[in-house]
């Protein structure tokens, strides 16, 4: 998915803006080809996709193949694995979306993220979010899921996004909570591509 | 809109905790047309049937207990409470309850339902995975069904229909179709989106519980063009009318506790509900309708008052409440508390315009 609307980011003159699209990647956690974990990252993007050009790339751990599960280090991977993973490293913006499984994010996406080189997503924005069977489950994005990225020094954004299985009618998300928890998100991703597009750094890049 | 007081039954068949005698299915049936009789006589508006597919339950074919119903009464509105229309066929539940309106001069009314229980999708052939999808699709054909006649219509759970003669039509103009709503947020707002009759399933809690429910559900039903206030919405709820206030909690909990545990299991096991868990519930500040006649009124205006709802139907012999107790409960029900309420209901309207 290419969104080709006028960015909103305006960088302000001498930063090159022409062309500039956002890439998302979303790892998605679900084991289940339709899913409500989907459905909620979808209503991630369309959100996004309303603020921003964005270009949207998905990995689906539970579909990686055994090229992906018999994998212990880095180095057993396949090539088309090998690609997805440079993916997850090189984007923008890592959408970490995973449903409950007992109690935690299920196997597959730790293992996904087992592989993951330990410095490629310093960082990187990460957008955290969830899906379980009732609210009891909404810190699993705080308890479990921020300090995985806390490890990989990504920079996570504050509000993460958690939606229960009484918020979806099917895969669809209908709770106008949860979207305007979204747009609440989104404003502070929007925020920190602003300042990280025009501000000064407190250190230089090399 | 006339405020509408009812009671409904899943038309129970559980060993009494008191006197451990076990009801036969054949007397839990005469019961049950009994109940409609005596709540048509006592002047209540609706009589709901509950849909179960268990060897505790009577009400696996809900319309066949209402086409009875319809004979031994006169005034009182049939219903199911409800039908899980997601593992059954629209166009047979259109038949029946066309059938029961006929019999009953334009009585019958559906309310669909996604089914708490589960029983009926492995016993018609249906996968749980389909939750979502089968209720959606089925609601759209019974929606059309009751539309037009005869109907072109297709979709993924059963074979297209081409210019199909449904038939009978309803007696009057229309059979109200209702949605059953267990409380879930997506159901409130998916039933408000389509405009239609809310009705809510309420379990324990605070009286408060479901105002973020109702709100989305209006909310949804206003931003697709519905007017909201027109909509009418239920309460379908737990609840017993006893002669003071200590007799009705008295009468009701060993029931109550008993048809709690038969039906409400984590790991495996019912869950005891302890007497001072259940006298909470009955306080004025949770959601049972439990205590004498005053206390039922004092708390059926407090949730109109709250919730704005324009029905209420009580559901008082869960857990096998014994038939001369039950009976004399939908009797104080419909003399002592639903002349008041419906009075006091109108009179805030007149007020309100």
Redesign the interface.
Known sequence: MTVTNPPVVDAGPGIPTAGAVLRVVVVNGSPSRRSKTLGLADAVLDTLGKMLPIDVSRVDVYRLGPGFTAATERDDVTPDVEAMLRLAEDADLLIAAAPVYRGSYPGMFKHFFDLVDQYALANTLVLLAATGGGEHHALVLEHAMRPLFAFFQALTVPVAIFAS??????VTL????VHGRIEMALADVLDLLKSRATGTRATADS | MAFEIGIMTFGEVTQDPVTGRLPSPRQRVRETIEQAKVADEAGLDVFGVGEHHRTDFIGSAPTILLAAAAEATEHIRLTSSVTVLSSEDPVRVWEQFATIDLLSHGRAEIIAGRGSYTESFPLFGYDLRD???LF?EKLDLLLKIRERNPLTWSGRFRAPLVDADIAPRADGETIPIWVGVG?????A??TGRLGLPMAMALLLGPLTFHEQTIE?YR?SAEQAGHDARALPVSINTHGYVGRTSRQARDAMYPYFAKGMAENNHQRGRGIELPRAVFDAQASPGAGLLVGSPQEIIDKLLAYHELYGINRAIIQMGFGGMPQKEHLEAIERLGTEVAPVVRQEITARQEVAA
């Open positions: 299985s009484g918020d979806f009618d099917g209908l709770n106008p909570r | 939750y979502s999808d959606r409380g879930s947020t997506a159901s707002i998916s989305l909310a």
